[in-house]
């Protein structure tokens, strides 16, 4: 009955050891993301009048690239 008594004592604070490691580990982690903070600067309109002058180019860049893939 002693000796189980002994070990008893060390059930409870070894599970909050655990708790605590797994927790902290667990925090550090929160802070991380793989997604990147947007930061936009530039208006909406500025943007779309920029896309909209770069869309020539990219559409006649594509079509020469499928078509180079298909011969």
């Known amino acids: ?3 189980l008594r002994r ?3 060390w ?3 070894g599970i909050l ?3 605590f490691a797994f927790h902290a ?3 550090q982690d929160q802070g991380k ?3 990147m903070k947007l930061n936009i600067t530039e208006s909406f309109s500025s943007i779309m009048a ?3 002058s770069a869309k020539p180019e990219i559409q006649k860049r594509q ?3 499928l078509a180079s893939a298909t011969t």
Do not use: G, Q
């Open 25 to 27: 580990a667990h925090a």
């Open 11 to 13: 059930v409870l604070p």
């Open 33 to 35: 993301t793989s997604y």
């Open 17 to 19: 050891s655990l708790y």
């Open 50 to 52: 920029r896309m909209k």
């Open 63 to 65: 079509t020469d690239l």
């Open 1 to 3: 009955m002693n000796l």
């Open 7 to 9: 070990k008893s004592i």
